[in-house]
Each structure stands twice: as C-alpha cells, then as structure tokens.
C-alpha cells in the first residue's frame, strides 16, 4: 500500500496570500495524483488531476505540480471560499490512498 | 446535472449488517465505474470500494475484504454496498462517488454527501 503524507497539518493564511500545500507518497506513483477540497458539512470536490490538471470549472488560482514523489498544490491567492481541508489521493495502484489532509484556516 | 443520493445509514450493533444504496442520476450510469469512500468523524478520507460499469470488476480495501461487497442495478441507477460483520472502526459517513471518466476507475468528479452508519453497542 502507498502512504500519502499531507504537510503541514494546518496552515494558517489570510485572503490574499499564497498557500503552498505539499503531498508525498511513499514509492513513485507516477503522475498519478488528484487533489480534493472539502468544506465543513460537504462532500468532497475534485479540484486537480493527474499532478497538474484543473477539472472542469476551477479557477486558475489552483495550480498542482510534481511527479514521482513529491507533489505540491499552490493556490496563488487565497479567496474567502478556499478556506477548507485539502486532500491528495494517488491512483498509481490499488488500493487507492489518501492522505490525511491540509487544513487551510483564516489566520 | 449529476445527482448522487445515498440512502441505508444507521445505528447497527457489532457484528450486524447493513446495505447502504446510491441512487444516481443526471450521467450515463452503466457506463462509469462507481465507488464508496468513508470518512469517520473527523477524520480523513478512506476509500472503500469501486465496481466497474458494465463487466463487473471489483476492487476492495484490504479493511472490509471478505465483509463487505459493492453491487449496482444498472437498469435502477443505483449502487450498493453490502455491510456484514460491522466493527466499531466502520462507523463513518459513506460516500458515493463517480469515476471521472469511463476507462480511469480510480479519479472521482462527483460525490454524494453521504450517509452516516454507526456502530455501536
């Protein structure tokens, strides 16, 4: 099974400000990881595909980087509404893995 | 527009049984693999299961293979997922989500917004 390991934990950021939101698996999955945002009493959203793709409708201030190991989701300017918990998950293999998720707070 | 509504959550006791369903709409049903995503309070996401569209391949997570199993009525536009032999560690809100595409079984575009089973004595 593949860890994924979400840094930091929390991060505490006001409007306006670049949020850096890293992910790192245990062994390569590739290109292979999405990102999802949840927002409390939602369900989940899919926000970035195969390390670097926007789904359909999100805006360009999310951008996802990284292969192999190492990945990283930037959202470039932090809007009211992007106050939420992030998750990574890699579908390099099964079983799939999340990791345990980022928490993007208002500072 | 793509609806999923999940339905069967509830209090069950260790050891018992519960079937949870998914009724979708608003897409091609037969044609996507769909899959069960759990979340216990507070916690993060843990996928469950996923079950092709049409030719019935199943993938499990090693935490419920042999207790629980996901099925789908393609002509009800409903999945499924059977729940035998309950722990404690089960309880979580259960979601439902769409593949992304109808040959990658694995990303999710759409969820559900779950039903809550409890396990507990």
């Known amino acids: 099974e593949i860890v994924m390991t979400q840094s930091p934990a929390t991060l505490s950021l006001s409007p306006g400000e670049r949020a850096t939101l890293s992910c790192r698996a245990s062994?390569?999955?590739?290109?292979?990881l999405a990102w999802y945002q949840q927002k409390p009493g939602q369900a989940p959203s899919l926000l970035i595909f195969d390390a670097s793709n926007r789904a359909t409708g999100i805006p360009a201030r999310f951008s996802g980087s990284g292969s192999g190991t190492d990945f990283t989701l930037t959202i470039s300017s932090l809007e009211p509404e992007d106050f939420a918990v992030y998750y990574c998950?890699?579908?390099?293999?099964?079983?799939?893995?999340f990791g345990g998720g980022t928490k993007v707070e208002i500072k | 527009e793509v609806e999923l509504v999940e339905s069967g959550g509830g209090l069950v006791q260790p050891g018992g049984s519960l079937r949870l369903s998914c009724a979708a709409s608003g897409f091609s049903f037969s044609s996507y693999a769909m899959s069960w995503v759990r979340q216990a309070p507070g916690k993060g996401l843990e996928w469950v299961a996923t079950?092709?569209?049409?030719?019935?391949?199943?993938y499990y997570a090693d935490s419920v293979k042999g207790r629980f199993s996901i099925s789908r009525d393609n002509s009800k536009n409903t999945l499924y997922l059977q729940m035998d032999t309950l722990r404690a560690e089960d309880t979580a809100v259960y979601h439902c989500?769409?593949?992304?595409?109808?040959?990658?079984?694995?990303?999710?575009?759409?969820w559900g917004q779950g039903t809550l089973v409890a396990v507990s004595s």
């Open positions: 998950q890699h579908r390099r293999n099964w079983p799939l893995t």
């Open positions: 079950l092709s569209g049409s030719d019935s391949r199943t």
């Open positions: 989500a769409k593949a992304m595409t109808t040959v990658i079984f694995s990303l999710f575009d759409y």
């Open positions: 062994q390569s999955v590739n290109s292979y």
